[in-house]
């Protein structure tokens, strides 16, 4: 599409899985929007907020960040705050799709939800999930029809992140059984970082209750849309009245792929991913629409943890793909190394 004509930036935020020590702790300080949201984040979270702090600039949490009370609540700050930083620049989005919890940053992000109303709805969930009971979640390099005949004690699709790329989750003992059964088989696999059996009914639960928190707090139509990855399909009235459609995310699979494709046949996008690490950037780049090059995919942070020098350039780099695709950047310090207008 020629500069005059932009194509429409989608966000995309990512969820549970993607947490690292760290992640994008190199702006915090540095980049002025970014700062300001996380410390808004940390003072709404009350006394939670030190040591999420404390956790999240450690390079050895005393919690591990892979613990639902850290890993949940830090991936919705930071996702949340690098969506602002984006929006700073003046970009201004035509749609978002968030990956489990980054659904919900996705919604903060087009109004649908008040950030400290967002803030106390996170902590109350993953203080009821931290009384879940323990488990996990693994990646297959298979189709849902390829890993249905191993699912068995309590073990589920918890997503579909792609046409063969799929999420199990389930308690330990049976997910190790299963993924051994798979490996056997010749497939692919690998742990997803988590402690918790997200997208399961192993959570149902530990959600108990949680509907009337949502239920408490006001709720607006989102602006952009925001297309769910729980629907597969932009966010209606009725999800958003619905207490329960949010209380029940920890426990819903998540159709990721779904959705993407839901969000590309409305048209072509430059996807940008808002979050640490770039694993909803590797899955978008397998998309029809990107691999012919139609559409494109720019990802805000660098794949892997590294000094925080490499989170400023990624961010500089990303800002520097937008405008050339063409986005006027409109405000941010040149000192930063990020390109005005």
Not at 215 to 222: D, F, I, W
Not at 253 to 281: I, K, N, R, Y
Request: proline share 11%; glycine share 10%.
């Amino acid at each position: 599409m020629s500069a005059e004509r932009p194509l429409p930036v989608a966000l995309l935020l990512p969820g549970q899985g993607s947490q690292h020590p760290r992640m994008a702790a190199g702006l915090y300080g540095y980049e002025p929007v970014f700062t300001a949201s996380m410390d808004e984040f940390f003072d709404a979270a009350g006394p939670e907020g030190g040591p999420l702090r404390e956790d999240w600039l450690a390079e050895r949490p005393a919690t591990e960040l892979d613990h639902v009370t850290r890993s949940q609540p830090l991936l919705f700050a930071v996702d949340l705050a690098l969506g602002r930083l984006v929006l700073s620049w003046g970009v201004r989005p035509a749609a978002l799709l968030g990956h489990s919890i980054g659904e919900l940053a996705s919604a903060v992000l087009a109004g649908v939800f008040d950030p400290r109303d967002a803030t106390g709805l996170v902590l109350d969930r993953v203080g009821r999930l931290a009384k879940a009971p323990p488990g996990g979640m693994l990646a297959v390099a298979a189709s849902t029809a390829e890993v249905e005949p191993y699912l068995s004690g309590d073990v589920v699709v918890g997503a579909v992140n792609a046409p063969r790329q799929t999420i199990l989750a389930g308690p330990d003992g049976p997910l190790e059984k299963a993924g051994r059964a798979l490996g056997e088989a010749g497939f692919v696999c690998r742990r997803v970082p988590s402690l918790s059996a997200f997208h399961s009914p192993m959570l149902e639960p530990a959600c108990q209750g949680a509907a009337e928190r949502f239920a408490a707090v006001p709720k607006r139509m989102p602006s952009p849309p925001v297309h769910s990855a729980y629907t597969a399909a932009p966010l209606t009235r009725a999800d958003i009245d619905d207490p329960s459609f949010w209380a029940r995310q920890p426990v819903a699979p998540v159709l990721f792929w779904p959705a993407l494709e839901g969000l590309l046949a409305t048209g072509d996008h430059l996807l940008v991913e808002v979050g640490p690490g770039q694993g909803l950037s590797q899955v978008a780049r397998r998309h029809p629409a990107v691999r012919r090059g139609t559409s494109t995919v720019v990802s805000l942070l660098p794949p892997r943890p590294g000094p925080p020098k490499t989170d400023r350039t990624a961010v500089a780099t990303a800002a520097t793909q937008i405008r050339a695709a063409g986005h006027v950047i409109t405000a941010h310090a040149d000192s930063h190394g990020v390109p005005t207008a």
